[in-house]
């Protein structure tokens, strides 16, 4: 075994389990590294409280004035908890978080003092040209800002006071996800609300409430550092599955292994003080994978702690000597890491606006607001796919593990019987006998609706689950803000156009409001019928199915980007004031470079496991192999040929996948370099989509035969049973 892989084993079995002790409550233990509402009502005036009140409910602006109080609140509790910096907090184009710190030390007329004001809390100015941009920003056009969100609380993060903001460029565009994402909560609070307002006019305001599911892999650090294309790239990209994998189902729910149970909680303890409301934690289906939750929040925080998270999980991991794995795809022939998220309309009156309710009035309410989703993703299902497309999300989506790449709505048998009945009834002014209906028992013939009102559907990319939706595609490493300012501003936008209709068949038509609202929905169920699926999604049937309803079926990331730019994408986003027309060109394009880059680094990366790794490792093993058969031709003479058959007929197969694989290797390394001289982004993603990816996958069979055939011993990279099976 080579020496740097057998260290790497020994270290990981060496391992001290580091024991957590818990104490305290949780609940005594919640934020208490937050600037909350506690610490607000402790350490803000009156005016400065209600102030930021106001920029969280309704986004009013703060004064100046107020933001020097505001700071200096901020800056006298961070300092009581040892604070000794301050950053702001962003979410660049590159799908992480950003930050640069500065000290509260400062020096006036020589004498030194903490200083930090209004202007530090509400405005910072990085440099706007070394982040993705897509031509937004030159090298010689440095400026940009970030600028504070009131409606994200500021926290401490070891010995820094981090103000989460968003970022923009020096002439006003967002150069992040966070902006976009509250302009698109914005717009569905505002159309949301005016439809809400049909059923309760004392609906004032709408949240859109988002609960994550973040899958994740932990390794033994040792381990995962003896895997050069592990550190580079996140997965593994050669490597043999082990004899045993996930076949048994021993590992889903099962009892977590103690030093990640010391993990875990280690993780819950910070997250809980961070003000993460961190609830469920699981064994996922594959070895060494599991599963973190969290109470459902209104969707702005929970993109903000989940950034935070996955930054606290790879600290805490490092602490335990793991390494964690946010990947799509780590490892073949086992299931790949997602994170689900779970999406709702909720209101300031305390309903949920996709849950069923106990009258028929309120069920009419759960059902336009459940109608109007189905109706936004089916006119809107290719961009929804887009937000989530990555080169590390093209290995996972349509495998066993993860919803087909085609957008369907899963919703249940009741609730589909319950549209199909609603689909039947007579067009235009209700009958008498519906009329009595709707005073009487219910609104248009919707019958009780129960809260588990379907069953699961794994292969759904977008299923209905009793009270939410949940959109299971968005991969493991992607920032939420992507899909959720997708499926907010297509929302948005849908509600608008629902609320037009009926208010013009009520000033039109004198419709009565429920008549109205009644027919308007029932247009919506026929129009948006070929979305709803509850069949197999993984099916080839299904995938015939899809193409004669004209569902999109973009399969790689560069297919599925088209869309961002096409007249109706750029109508929608400029409409609900989202994204500008320069903003949504600026996305393509960095999400374009971000997919070669990341095929580009994986091809570099075969290169050098090739040629420095696998074949030194098979010519090695192929030498020992003729030294055997020369010795045996010098003890035997002739007879040698009949005991070397085996060992002879080894090294033709060593011979044949070393020619493979060097000539694959080489014929990859041609492709990457004729597409690297395309200047068209799309034409160059599409060549390494279609010219240079198809051969990690030839190059990877050949690696994973040798790997099989190769003396244990003289193997140079850690395996599949070793890193997926040692605790």
């Given at each position: ?19 957590i002790e ?6 005594e233990l919640?934020g208490i590294?937050?600037?909350n509402e ?11 409280l ?7 409910i309704?986004g ?7 933001a020097?109080q505001v700071?200096e609140?901020?800056k ?8 000794t910096?301050y ?9 992480s978080?950003?930050e640069k ?15 930090f004001?209004g202007?530090q ?7 706007a ?7 937004i920003?030159n090298?010689?056009e ?8 009131p409606?994200s609380?500021?926290?401490?993060y070891?010995t820094t ?10 002439t006003?565009e967002?150069?992040d ?6 302009r ?5 609070d505002?159309?949301?609300t005016?439809?809400a307002?049909?059923f309760?006019k004392?609906?004032?305001?709408v949240?859109?409430?988002l ?8 390794i033994d ?9 592990i550190?580079m ?5 050669v490597?043999?599955?082990a ?5 048994l ?7 977590i292994?103690?030093?990640?149970l010391?993990?875990?909680s280690?993780l819950?303890k ?6 993460i409301?961190v609830k469920t ?40 000597s793991?390494k ?15 994170k689900?998220n ?5 209101t ?5 606006l996709l849950?069923p309710?106990?009258?028929p009035?309120?069920n ?9 989703t189905?109706?936004a993703?089916d006119?809107?299902?290719?961009l929804?796919?887009?937000?989530i497309?990555s080169a ?10 993860a ?10 048998t ?5 549209l ?6 007579s067009?235009?002014?209700l ?10 028992n219910?609104?248009g013939?919707i019958p009780?609706?129960?809260l588990?009102?379907t ?12 009270n ?9 490493k992607?920032?939420c803000?992507k899909?959720m300012?997708?499926?907010?501003t297509?929302?948005?936008?849908q ?12 000033d039109?038509k ?9 027919n ?8 948006s ?29 560069p ?15 400029k ?5 500008s ?13 971000t997919?070669?880059?990341q ?8 290169n050098?496991?090739?040629?420095s ?18 010795g ?9 040929k009949?005991?070397s058959?085996?060992?002879l ?22 492709a990457r370099?004729?597409?690297?001289k395309?200047q ?8 390494y989509?279609?010219?240079v ?5 030839q190059i ?6 040798l ?7 003289l ?7 070793e890193l997926l099976?040692?605790k």
């Open positions: 075994m080579s020496k740097y892989r057998f260290d790497a084993i020994v270290k990981s079995q060496e391992r001290p389990r580091i024991v818990e104490k305290g409550r949780r609940s919640f590294y937050v600037f506690d610490r607000m009502l402790q350490y803000l005036t009156k005016d400065a209600e102030s930021v009140r106001n920029a969280m309704s009013s602006k703060i004064d100046r004035k107020i020097d700071a609140s901020i006298a509790w961070a300092i009581t908890m040892g604070a910096h950053t702001h907090w962003f979410q660049p184009l590159t799908g978080t950003a710190h500065d000290a509260f030390f400062d020096l006036l007329d020589g004498k030194p003092l903490e200083k004001g202007s809390l509400v405005q910072q100015e990085p440099d040209s070394s982040f993705p941009s897509g031509g920003r090298t010689f440095a400026r940009g800002y970030t600028a504070w969100d409606t609380n500021a926290f401490i070891g006071l981090c103000i989460p903001t968003i970022f923009v460029s020096y006003g967002a150069l996800n966070k902006a976009p994402l509250l698109a909560l914005s717009a569905v505002e159309a949301a005016a439809v307002r049909f309760d004392n609906v004032s305001k949240n859109a409430t609960g994550w599911e973040q899958e994740y892999f932990l650090k040792a381990l995962a550092l003896s895997r050069p294309d550190v790239t996140g997965r593994t990209l490597g043999h599955e004899a045993k994998g996930q076949q189902d021993d590992h889903y729910f099962g009892v292994p103690d030093r990640v010391s993990f875990m280690d819950e910070e997250c809980t003080k961070l003000g409301p934690r699981h064994n996922e289906v594959a070895p060494n994978q599991f599963e973190l939750a969290p109470v459902f929040e209104e969707a702005n925080l929970a993109v903000d702690h989940n950034l935070l998270l996955m930054d606290v999980m790879d600290k805490i991991a490092d602490k335990h793991f964690v794995l946010f990947h799509e795809k780590p490892f073949e022939g086992i299931n790949g890491s997602g689900h779970n999406w709702s309309l909720a300031d009156t305390g309903v949920n849950s309710g106990s009258t009035m309120k009419l309410q759960f059902l336009t607001f459940f109608i109007n189905i109706k993703v006119t809107y299902e290719e929804l796919r887009a937000s497309a590390s999300n093209d290995h996972r989506l349509g495998a066993n593990e919803p087909p790449a085609i957008f369907s709505i899963f919703v249940g009741q609730l589909s019987a319950v199909d009945e609603l689909e039947g009834v067009k235009g002014k009958s008498p006998e519906e009329k009595t209906e709707l005073k009487l219910v609104v013939k009780e609706i129960l588990d009102n069953d699961r559907n794994r292969t759904s990319p977008f299923a209905f689950t009793g939410k939706f949940e959109m299971r595609g968005v991969g493991s992607t920032n803000a899909p300012t997708v499926l907010n297509i929302v948005a936008k509600l608008q156009d629902f609320k037009k209709e009926v208010d013009a068949l009520i039109k004198s419709l009565k409001k429920d008549e109205a609202v009644f308007v929905l029932r247009e919506y169920i026929k129009t019928k070929r979305i709803r699926f509850d069949g197999d999604g993984y099916s080839d049937e299904w995938e015939k199915e899809a193409a004669r309803r004209k569902l999109s079926n973009n399969k790689n990331t297919s599925a980007l088209q869309v961002l730019t096409s007249k109706e994408s750029i109508a929608l986003f409409s609900m004031k989202v994204l027309e320069v903003e949504i060109a600026a996305r393509k394009e960095v999400e374009l470079e997919y070669i880059f095929v580009q680094i994986e091809g570099r990366m075969y050098e496991l090739v040629y790794y696998i074949i030194p490792a098979a010519i090695k093993y192929q030498s020992q192999l003729i030294k055997n058969v020369m045996l031709k010098d003890i035997y003479g002739a007879a040698h009949k005991l058959d085996g060992q007929s080894i090294i033709e197969q060593i011979a044949e996948h070393i020619a493979a694989i060097k000539s694959l290797t080489d014929k990859m390394t041609d370099r004729i597409a690297n395309l068209d982004m799309d034409k160059k993603a599409f060549a989509c279609e010219n990816k198809p051969y990690f996958d990877r069979m050949h690696s994973d035969k790997e099989r055939i190769v003396d244990n011993d193997w140079p990279l850690t395996k599949y049973r099976f040692h």
